[in-house]
């Protein structure tokens, strides 16, 4: 467990569009973890030379940078666009340069942006791989469906997507450093008549 007096919050953009949707809610989410008193940073992947992984060549390109960069944070969020079912090419390939030493016992949230239909497939693959690094992963995720009517001039503008996105930001920030789940069989203890 990384331990600071405030929380450190890291957000990796996987869209490397211009007046990308994914980066504007990831700029929202961390700004309401500012507000909640983190440090942040948001990792604009686009602006990372990040080649295809070879493990060969795992120090290839920013892959230095990009490492320290999640290793200093308490809280992780990982934003895509959905592609083709799952998230996007760039997010995957700065994963692959990432492993245990960026993520293990790290705090973890999930938002995923779609053009189309709700999103859940790639929020299920960023899941699978964040547990797979052992990552303690938010339950509390973001999907923005049908992308395109919920901003307008650039702005978000569905007021359910904003609480959710500023939820998630907080989230991070009240659970990161977590070391393990809280206990929970005697709170869910049965009494047993006599």
Not at 2 to 15: N, Q, Y
Not at 115 to 143: C, I, K, M, N, Y
Request: hydrophobic fraction near 40%.
């Amino acid at each position: 467990m990384k331990v600071t007096d405030s929380k450190h919050i890291v957000a990796l953009c996987g869209s490397q569009r211009d007046g990308s949707h994914t980066r504007q809610a990831l700029e929202r989410a961390l700004k309401a973890a500012e507000a909640d008193g983190a440090t942040t940073d948001l990792v604009d992947l686009a602006a990372l030379d990040l080649p295809v992984f070879d493990p060969d060549r795992s120090d290839a390109g920013d892959a230095t940078e990009l490492r320290r960069r999640v290793r200093n944070a308490d809280g992780v969020l990982l934003g895509s666009p959905m592609y083709h079912g799952s998230y996007s090419s760039v997010l995957k390939t700065a994963l692959d340069y990432c492993g245990f030493d960026e993520f293990e016992e790290t705090t973890v949230g999930l938002l995923v942006v779609s053009g189309g239909g709700f999103p859940t497939p790639a929020l299920e693959h960023l899941r699978s791989v964040s547990r797979a690094l052992d990552a303690w992963v938010l339950p509390h995720q973001v999907a923005i469906p049908d992308s395109h009517s919920a901003f307008e001039a650039g702005r978000l503008t569905d007021e359910r997507l904003i609480e959710r996105i500023e939820t998630l930001g907080t989230d991070l920030v009240e659970y990161a450093g977590v070391e393990s789940y809280p206990e929970t069989t005697a709170a869910c203890a049965v009494p047993t008549a006599d």
